[in-house]
């Protein structure tokens, strides 16, 4: 057994929010930088840029994670991660089946970049990507599973577009098993305010929107890794996401 310091919230230039030098290299590279060994990308309602993400990643010897974060009707962030790059592909693509379609306005929000590995332009998203799906917060834990993945609430505790701002607290229904915070200083704070949180287990993740937000190494889980493989690896960590390991 180990200690693997991670970070599950990262977003690509696909974002418009994001920096176009958010690119998949650069952010696996950065990611190595701060001694993160397992990162997830999950752009805003999309999975496009997770094929390429998982080849850079595992040049700089990152354990690569598929995500997406999606918006939903009620406009709660919800990260959605994916033990196979397969099965991200294909949530990706349900999730494209249940989006508002409103035209991207580059000058105002900004480019949303399809790349390839080596980091060139393959396409571009012409939809805005953050804008709320059709998809309400109790559609989205059993579409998620439908796929084998684990979803959990985003930074619930900032105001924008956090379950607790938007719906006052965190419901008992639909029942994630983690949440993820922004900051982890808060977690005391959050889990005497509301006690439905002791019994989740409690992310960190830095919402990377550009380089310098990648933070240091500082969340972490203990997993076994014997016999090593970053396959694994990764399906350790998916079993303490859904609860099946303490």
């Not at 990308?41 to 690569?64: E, M, R, W």
């Not at 419901?171 to 993820?180: G, I, M, N, R, T």
Request: hydrophobic letters at 40%; aromatic letters at 8%; a negative charge.
């Amino acid at each position: 057994m180990n200690r693997y310091y991670y970070d599950f919230h990262i977003h690509s230039c696909l974002s418009p929010c994001g920096d176009n030098d958010m690119t998949p290299n650069n952010i696996a590279g950065v990611c190595a930088l701060a001694g993160l060994q397992i990162a997830a990308l999950t752009d805003h309602n999309s999975v496009k840029n997770c094929p390429a993400f998982y080849q850079a990643a595992k040049k700089q010897g990152i354990i690569p994670i598929a995500g997406m974060e999606l918006t939903t009707a009620e406009d709660i962030h919800v990260v959605c991660l994916f033990e196979e790059l397969a099965d991200a592909m294909a949530f990706g693509d349900a999730v494209d089946e249940r989006r508002i379609r409103i035209s991207n306005r580059v000058d105002i929000f900004g480019d949303q970049i399809i790349m390839n590995a080596e980091d060139e332009p393959i396409g571009i998203e012409e939809d805005l990507l953050p804008n709320a799906t059709m998809l309400s917060l109790d559609d989205v834990p059993p579409l998620v599973e439908q796929y084998r993945g684990v979803c959990f609430p985003a930074h619930i505790d900032r105001d924008a577009n956090g379950i607790i701002a938007i719906l006052g607290t965190v419901p008992e229904h639909p029942a994630f098993a983690c949440a993820e915070l922004r900051d982890y200083i808060n977690k005391e704070e959050y889990q005497a305010k509301y006690p439905i949180l002791q019994n989740k287990r409690l992310l960190c993740g830095s919402d990377a929107h550009y380089l310098w937000d990648i933070r240091d190494a500082e969340a972490y889980f203990d997993l076994e890794d014997e016999p090593y493989s970053g396959d694994f690896v990764r399906h350790q960590l998916f079993l303490h996401l859904k609860g099946e390991k303490a």
